[in-house]
């Protein structure tokens, strides 16, 4: 029975204003289906000995920074639709 159907897909099209075709809808139920068949099969993987991490990368394996080129001022305003005094000038956001 397929965990992901053609309903799921059309509500969470409605859900995010998305206008998609049967066939698109048939599609990505199809392929839904797959990615969570897969997400369970993780499930089944023995981690008893696989020590707790909260990060991927491990800390200790960061390379040095290394100063490299540095593009001068004047060449990086340069293509600014409005500098001065040597500072990009934007729109106000915050009143």
């Known amino acids: 029975m397929p965990r992901a159907t053609v309903e799921t897909v059309a509500h ?3 859900l995010a204003r998305l206008h998609l075709t049967n066939d698109e809808k048939a ?3 199809r ?3 797959e990615i969570l068949v897969w997400a ?3 499930q089944a993987l023995d981690v008893a000995d696989v020590p707790a ?3 991927a990368h491990a800390s200790d394996s960061w390379r040095e ?7 001068d001022r004047e060449r990086a305003l340069s293509g600014a639709p409005d500098a001065a005094e040597g500072l990009f000038r934007v729109p106000r956001v915050i009143g």
Do not use: W
């Open 12 to 14: 969470v099209a409605r």
């Open 27 to 29: 599609l990505f139920a």
């Open 31 to 33: 392929q839904l289906d």
């Open 40 to 42: 369970e099969s993780l």
């Open 53 to 55: 991490m909260s990060h």
């Open 65 to 71: 920074d290394q100063p490299g080129p540095v593009v």
